[in-house]
């Protein structure tokens, strides 16, 4: 219970990651969407012939210009230039790129490379979405989301930070478990516990009754 309080006490710093763009100095210019939503919808499927159903579509800023964000039933996501129709892809060299104006890093790259699923350097947020490091700071990690370009930096406090979050919340349960359930069942026996404790030793603090 001990660990469950730190960890809890540790959650309360605050670490949150903040995303970062390569600074934006003109305003969007929305009339000079040509394309339509189902004109990007037909670009994707010419460039990919697996391409599933719709689920979501977004007009964004992505860097100097406007795009459609479409996410397909599988979760994959695809980008269309919403002024001239054109297709494109978020690429390692795009999100390396982003990243060192963002940041003003120089240093070579020591790791690049797509994330899809959450752990312990990324528990929450965007997927997929790139992991960079550079050498000189192998210590920090980048994360890049390729639907809007935007960027943060990841210290080692901020993972110890989101590992405290996991053991707080109890996640290796849900996974050793499969569990939902299970794991929302046992945070709040512990939050019960930790209640009864608290309300306990307030009241072992209070100055004891003369007997009469």
């Known amino acids: 219970m001990f660990i469950w309080v730190g960890t809890g006490i540790f959650m309360s710093l605050p670490l949150v990651p903040i995303w970062k763009t390569v600074p934006i100095t003109e305003k969007a210019d929305y009339s000079a969407v040509k394309t339509t939503v189902a004109d990007a919808i037909a670009t994707i499927k010419q460039h990919n012939a697996s391409f599933e159903r719709p689920v979501s579509v977004q007009l964004q800023r992505h860097k100097q210009y406007l795009a459609y964000v479409v996410t397909g039933s599988k979760h994959s996501k695809h980008l269309v230039n919403a002024v001239t129709g054109e297709y494109f892809q978020f690429s390692e060299n795009d999100a390396e790129s982003v990243t060192r104006q963002v940041f003003k890093i120089d240093q070579p790259v020591l790791e690049n490379k797509l994330v899809r699923h959450h752990n312990t350097s990324y528990p ?7 992991k ?18 935007k960027v943060h930096r990841s210290t080692l406090l901020m993972r110890i930070r989101a590992i405290a979050g996991i053991l707080h919340d109890f996640g290796p349960v849900r996974k050793l478990l499969g569990s939902d359930t299970a794991r929302w069942s046992l945070l709040l026996f512990v939050s019960i516990l930790a209640f009864i404790g608290t309300i306990a030793g307030m009241y072992l603090t209070l100055p004891k009754r003369k007997r009469s």
């Open 124 to 130: 929450y947020g965007a997927l997929p979405v790139y």
């Open 132 to 149: 960079i490091r550079f050498k000189g700071s192998d210590s920090d990690s980048y994360f890049v989301n390729p639907t809007d370009a």
